[in-house]
C-alpha cells in the first residue's frame, strides 16, 4: 500500500502565523445574566460571547474540469468539508480564473491572488494501474511564493475516493492551521425503525447513511472501539439488552461481560484502554470501568441512577447520574457533580479544543425542550450554546474539536446540525433524527486500505436512508439567549 507524502515547507509553518491569528473560543466567565426570563425557559438570561476574535481567510479550491469521476468525488468531498468547517471563506467556482485544471497542470498562483484568495488548494484524481486512483493534493500561500507549501500524493483504490478525500482535507487543514482536521471520520446513533430502533452510521459530512442493524433488533447506545469495530446495546424480544460488536465485514460478536440486567450504553478510553458500561441493576443503574476486553469490572458511580459514561482526551469519565431525593438528573465527572442543582442534564460529551477540553451537554428547558450548555470539566465557566431555536440533544465533538453536532428540530427542519466552535455558524448535513449520537475518528488504516467483502445487504427498506443535503448554514445569532443562575 501507498503512504501518503506530505510535505509542510518552513515557509508554511512561518506564514501560520499571520493566516490564522490568536483566537479565542466563548470565553463563558464574561456572560453577563439578566434578572428576566419569558417562553417557560428555566434558564436566566445572558449574552452569547461566542465572539470571533480572527478574520475569515479567503481561499480558493481549484475547478474540477476533468470527466473521472473520482476527480470530481474527492474535488467535491474536500470542498464541502472545508466550507463545513466554517473556517474559510471558499472562493465560488464561478469566479475562477481562465486555465486549464487538469492532474497536471500548474497552478496560476497569481491569478488566484488576484481575486483575493490568501490560501490556494488544488485537489485531483486521476486513474491508476489496477483498478486504482492517484490522487494530488497541493496547498499555496501567496504571500509565501508560488511553490507549494504542501503536497502529497497517494494510491488508493477507487472504492475508497469518498475516504481519501476526508484524509486529504484533514492533511491540509493541518497544513494551513498547524492542527489536522477530524473529517476522517463517521457517526454512530440510535434512530427510529418503525416500532424500533437501529445503529446508523454516516460520514462526517454526512453523507453514506445506512442501518447497521437487523431491523427485528431493538439497538441503542452505539460507539466504536480501539479498532474501529463498532459497539452497541442489543435485546430481541424483549431479552435483556447486551453488548454486541460488529467489524467492518459486518460480522458480529457478543461481547463477554459479568452482568445478567440490561446494558444500556458503553464507552472506551482509548488512551488507557478501559471501557465503560452502564447497567441495569435491581431497579438502579451503576456505571462500571474495566479493560477494553471486559474483564475486571468495577462499580464507579454511587447515585441510584447512572448512565451515558463518556471518556474524555484525558482520561476523564463523564455520566449522567441522579438520586429521587435530588429530583433531577445531573452530570457527573470522575464522581464530582458539575452541573447545576435543579436543572435536568443529559448526554455528556467531552470537546478537545485548541484552547483545551470542554464538557458539552444538554439541559431540559421547559416545554418538553433541551438546549446545549458548555463549560470546563470541573464545572467552572458554564456558558449557552442554543436557545430558540428548537430542542437540541445529544451533542458529540468532532475528532480534532473544532466542531460540535448535535440533533435539532428547529425551523422545522429537524436534522443532525454541526456547530463550529470557532466561527459559531451551524450547517445541516443530515436529515434525520436519533438518540446516543457519537462522532470519533476512523482507524488510518481504514482509508486506504483495499475494499473488503462486506456482509450481505439488509433486506429493506426504510425511510432513513439516502444522501445528505447540501450544507444549510446559519449565520451566528446576536438575540440574547439565557443562562444558568
Not at 198 to 227: C, E, H, M, N
Not at 283 to 292: A, E, K, L, N, W
Not at 324 to 331: D, K, N, P, T, V
Not at 422 to 433: F, M, N
Request: aromatic content about 8%; charged content about 20%; overall charge neutral.
Amino acid at each position: 500500500m501507498n503512504r501518503p507524502f506530505l510535505q509542510l515547507t518552513l515557509s508554511a509553518a512561518l506564514a501560520l502565523s499571520s493566516f490564522f491569528p490568536t483566537t479565542a473560543y466563548a470565553d463563558p466567565q464574561a456572560a453577563q445574566p439578566s434578572s428576566s426570563s419569558e417562553g417557560g425557559d428555566v434558564l436566566g438570561e445572558f449574552i452569547v460571547t461566542g465572539t470571533v476574535q480572527e478574520r475569515v481567510p479567503k481561499i480558493a479550491i481549484l475547478p474540477s474540469l476533468a470527466p473521472a469521476l473520482e476527480d470530481v468525488i474527492v474535488r467535491s468531498v474536500v470542498r464541502r468539508d472545508l466550507e463545513l468547517s466554517g473556517m474559510f471563506d471558499v472562493i465560488s467556482d464561478e469566479k475562477a480564473p481562465q486555465g486549464n485544471y487538469d492532474f497536471e497542470d500548474p497552478v496560476d498562483v497569481g491569478a488566484w491572488q488576484s481575486l483575493g484568495a490568501e490560501a490556494i488548494v488544488k485537489v485531483a484524481a486521476r486513474p491508476a494501474k489496477d483498478g486504482r486512483i492517484e490522487v494530488l493534493g497541493l496547498a499555496y500561500f501567496p504571500s509565501s511564493g508560488k511553490e507549494p507549501v504542501y503536497q502529497t500524493k497517494i494510491v488508493v483504490d477507487k472504492a475508497n475516493a469518498r475516504k481519501t478525500g476526508h484524509q486529504i482535507t484533514d492533511d491540509l487543514l493541518g497544513a494551513l492551521t498547524g492542527r489536522p482536521g477530524g473529517f476522517s471520520s463517521r457517526f454512530s446513533f440510535s434512530g427510529k425503525w418503525v416500532r424500533n430502533r437501529r445503529i446508523f452510521t454516516a460520514d462526517a459530512d454526512g453523507y453514506g447513511l445506512s442501518p447497521k442493524t437487523p431491523q427485528d433488533v431493538t439497538a441503542i447506545g452505539p460507539t466504536f472501539g480501539p479498532k474501529g469495530e463498532l459497539f452497541y446495546s442489543s435485546s430481541k424480544t424483549f431479552a435483556p439488552f447486551v453488548v454486541q460488536v460488529m467489524n467492518e465485514n459486518g460480522a458480529e460478536r457478543r461481547l463477554s461481560l459479568p452482568f445478567a440486567g440490561n446494558i444500556y450504553s458503553t464507552a472506551f478510553d482509548a488512551k488507557a484502554g478501559r471501557l465503560a458500561v452502564a447497567v441495569s441493576e435491581n431497579s438502579r443503574s451503576h456505571i462500571y470501568v474495566g479493560s477494553s476486553d471486559g474483564k475486571g469490572m468495577k462499580q464507579v458511580s454511587k447515585t441510584e441512577l447512572a448512565t451515558h459514561p463518556a471518556f474524555s482526551s484525558e482520561g476523564h469519565l463523564a455520566w449522567v447520574g441522579g438520586d429521587e431525593s435530588q429530583g433531577s438528573a445531573r452530570i457527573y465527572v470522575d464522581g464530582k457533580a458539575v452541573s447545576p442543582a435543579g436543572y435536568t442534564a443529559a448526554a455528556p460529551t467531552f470537546c478537545d479544543t485548541e484552547d483545551g477540553v470542554f464538557l458539552v451537554y444538554s439541559v431540559s428547558v421547559g416545554n418538553g425542550k433541551h438546549d446545549l450548555v458548555m463549560s470546563r470539566p470541573d464545572g467552572r465557566g458554564l456558558a449557552r450554546l442554543t436557545q430558540n431555536q428548537g430542542s437540541n440533544t445529544y451533542p458529540a465533538c468532532s475528532p480534532d474539536g473544532r466542531l460540535l453536532a448535535f440533533f435539532s428540530t428547529r425551523k422545522n427542519e429537524e436534522g443532525l446540525y454541526v456547530l463550529s466552535l470557532k466561527r459559531w455558524t451551524t450547517k445541516k448535513v443530515l436529515g434525520q433524527v436519533g438518540e446516543g449520537l457519537r462522532w470519533q475518528a476512523l482507524p488510518r488504516e481504514f482509508l486506504t486500505a483495499p475494499p473488503q467483502v462486506a456482509a450481505p445487504p439488509l433486506a429493506d427498506k426504510g425511510p432513513a436512508c439516502g444522501l445528505a443535503p447540501a450544507p444549510q448554514s446559519e449565520k451566528p445569532s446576536k438575540a440574547k439567549t439565557k443562562a444558568q443562575p
